[in-house]
């Protein structure tokens, strides 16, 4: 009797709610990877511009990594450091910098800093096309966050046009 009227709450339960049921594939968009190159390359070229040696990586909207590049006599830890910001910022859908403002000792989201790979530190910014996340970009060498966010969001805005497809 009682497994019947379990049997019955779950049928009921189940045509209760038919707006739950998910598509059984996703489409999504992603960079190209010559999309992705262009978006390192003008991060890079920014950052040379302003006499800044770094390392940019580019990953997908998952965190994978697609390019990396390190100019000449960029420290060799700009190359964790840069794809870590990439991957924390594509993760955690926003800027690092932004992250790092949410995240200070004492505040309830300090704990993420914590959490392996992540890197909050300035210069992860995500790139969007058409409202949809597509990507993350990292920039590590610069002498701030700050200048390697700008390096970031000058890659972004050199591609800006390719991204709207």
Known sequence: MLARSLLAATALLMLA???MAQE???TYKSLSPELALDLARASLGECRSRGYQVAVAVVDRFG??????????AGAHTVSTASGKAWTAATFRTS????????QPGMMQAG?????????IGGGLIVEAGGSLVGAVGVSGAPGGDADEAC???GINAIRDKLEF
Do not use: K, Y
């Not at 994978?64 to 006599?73: A, H, P, S, W």
């Not at 690092?96 to 995240?103: D, K």
């Not at 993420?112 to 909050?120: A, E, F, S, Y």
């Open 17 to 19: 709610h038919p707006a």
């Open 152 to 154: 970031a969001r000058a």
């Open 96 to 103: 690092t910098t932004e992250l790092n403002a949410v995240s």
């Open 64 to 73: 994978g990594t697609q390019v990396i590049l390190r100019d000449r006599f």
């Open 112 to 120: 993420i800093r914590n959490l392996p790979g992540t890197v909050i």
């Open 24 to 26: 059984p594939l996703a």
